[in-house]
């Protein structure tokens, strides 16, 4: 049987009769869509943040999509963001109709060279969009400092870095807006599809209600487009309520495991996480770097270890992003990370055993060299 790097199941074995609660108790309600699951869990999810509003919506990449569109990012424009990063980042500026313009990443941390942006920028650029990959913030402050005086927005994507800090302050509030993903491997995760936007503005998030409800504010009657059907389910939102109470558990369990990684394989060649002075990481996704990437995922896999690589194609390579005009050679540390990473299992609920045998499996691997 292969070993992946996420496994729901023994999360479900611990938390399912509170799971099947949420979703009968929606059932039973006599209300399936934008109903009090839904308010409720925006109320409580802007709590969270500390901010003003939160928009459910149906996925992360319509988190973005919509973000970028609440905030007045229009066909033609372009948006500065990274190569390095889930490629419904990209797809999402891509539906709007804008166009992406790379930075490349500081290979310590694998986050957007922030230093990088100011050159990004041109007459046409309207929006910044940052991602806080792996589960650790960008440091905003540059950005923020750009943003304010060339007049562009900021959009932060936060669909790995749920609870994530920096200087004290939360992922999602430094932005004009932050976009999450509550996909089920997540930090937070749903049972199926879903995402959010949290924003402390008031406009921004009267747009982001319409722009997911056909751009309607009251049925039937479109008062601007665009216009989308983005909705969160109220059976997704309520079993989120249930979990965003453990959420800061969910995340110290993360850490407990990156400690027994930080631990296990100190010493062994192995680049582990670097986490940047003053943050707060979440540890979404547990990545390591090393020169031999390849040979070491295939004598993993002896051991019956399947593991992933996030992401082994930075976007700008792709077939599917070749008329955006980048080639091979153009994001260098970005190539030179996508080479050589690869992903250790990560999630709250892994079993210790599991992970023992994950670090002996790497610690005999590195020791024959
Ligand atoms: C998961 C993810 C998304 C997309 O979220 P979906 O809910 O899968 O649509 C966007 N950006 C990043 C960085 C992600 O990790």
């Known amino acids: 049987m292969a070993i992946h790097v996420w496994d729901y199941r023994h999360e479900y074995e611990s938390e399912r009769d509170d799971i099947l609660d ?14 009090k699951s839904v308010r409720g869990f925006e109320a409580e999810f802007a709590s969270y943040h500390g901010a003003r ?13 919509l973000g970028l569109q609440a905030l007045g990012v229009r066909p033609g424009d372009e948006v500065v963001t990274v190569s390095n990063t889930a490629a419904p980042t990209v797809l999402a500026i891509d539906a709007v109709g804008a166009t992406p313009v790379f930075v490349d990443i500081d290979p310590a941390t694998y986050l957007m060279d922030t230093g990088q942006v100011r050159d990004a920028v041109t ?23 750009v943003a304010d005086s060339h007049g562009l ?12 800090r920096r200087l004290g302050r939360i992922a999602g509030t430094v932005g004009d807006a932050g976009a999450y993903s509550f996909y089920p491997t997540k930090v937070l995760g749903a049972y199926g599809d879903a995402g959010a936007v949290v924003t402390s503005h008031d406009e921004t998030d009267r747009h982001l209600r319409r722009l997911r409800y056909y751009g309607m504010e009251d049925r039937y009657y479109v008062v601007r487009t665009p216009g989308h059907n983005a909705r969160l389910d109220e059976v997704h939102a309520e079993i989120l309520r249930r979990k965003l109470v453990r959420l800061d558990d969910y995340i110290a369990a993360r850490r407990a495991v990156a400690r027994r990684y930080a631990e296990g394989l100190a010493g062994t060649g192995l680049v582990l996480p670097e986490v940047a002075a003053g943050n707060e990481h979440v540890y979404y996704i547990y990545v390591v770097r090393h020169p031999e990437r390849d040979g070491i995922l295939k004598a993993l896999r002896e051991y019956g270890f399947e593991f992933n690589i996030s992401y082994a194609w930075p976007v700008h390579t792709m077939t599917g992003f070749a008329h955006l005009g980048y080639g091979t050679g153009d994001l260098p540390a970005t190539e030179a990370a996508a080479a050589e990473i690869f992903s250790l299992p ?10 023992e045998k994950v670090i002996t ?3 005999e691997i590195l020791a024959r060299g």
Do not use: W
Not at 22 to 35: E, K, P, Q, T
Not at 153 to 164: P, T
Not at 346 to 355: A, T, V
């Open 22 to 35: 949420a979703v009968d108790s929606v059932f039973r309600s006599g209300r399936l869509i934008l109903g």
């Open 53 to 65: 509003h939160c928009v459910g919506v149906d996925n992360g990449t319509n988190a973005v999509k």
């Open 123 to 145: 007459g046409r650029t309207a929006c910044l969009l940052p991602v806080h990959l792996y589960g650790q913030m960008v440091d905003l402050a540059p950005l923020r400092r």
């Open 153 to 164: 927005r900021l959009l932060e994507d936060c669909a790995q870095a749920h609870g994530a």
């Open 346 to 355: 990560m999630y709250p609920s892994l079993p210790r055993g599991l992970q």
């Open 361 to 363: 499996a790497l610690r």
